[in-house]
């Protein structure tokens, strides 16, 4: 099993920075992909970033040049961090950290951290 603990997330106004992180632990052997999405209020969850075990990003058209993506592994966990910088209030949503088990095929999601951004 595979346990997810996210962190970062909050406050900030416009033009400001967040940092998200996100700790994979316990079964982590078989996870590729690992990343973000979002969810904002009445709308569907969207892909914000991931990146797989070969560091490769994919970002959404919407955060590119503005977020990015890392990826760090030890013998036990596996951690992806977003930078977010130039939060505009549309960023505004529930954050979730997700991981791709390609051996078990399966999805796993945190819980989610929020992300506000004021005008």
């Known amino acids: 099993q595979v346990q997810l603990v996210e962190s970062g997330g909050g406050l900030v106004q416009a033009g400001g920075s967040l940092r998200l992180s996100c700790a994979a632990s316990?079964?982590?052997?078989?996870?590729?992909?690992m990343g973000w999405y979002r969810q904002a209020p009445g709308k569907q969850r969207e892909l914000v970033a991931t990146t797989n075990s070969a560091s490769r990003a994919n970002y959404a058209d919407f955060v590119k040049g503005r977020f990015n993506i890392s990826r760090e592994r030890t013998t036990s966990t596996i951690t992806v961090t977003l930078q977010m910088n130039s939060l505009q209030p549309e960023d505004t949503a529930v954050y979730y950290c997700?991981?791709?088990?390609?051996?078990?095929?399966?999805?796993?999601w945190g819980q989610g951290t929020q992300v506000t951004i004021s005008s």
């Open positions: 997700y991981a791709r088990n390609i051996v078990l095929n399966d999805d796993i």
């Open positions: 316990g079964n982590i052997f078989g996870i590729n992909s």
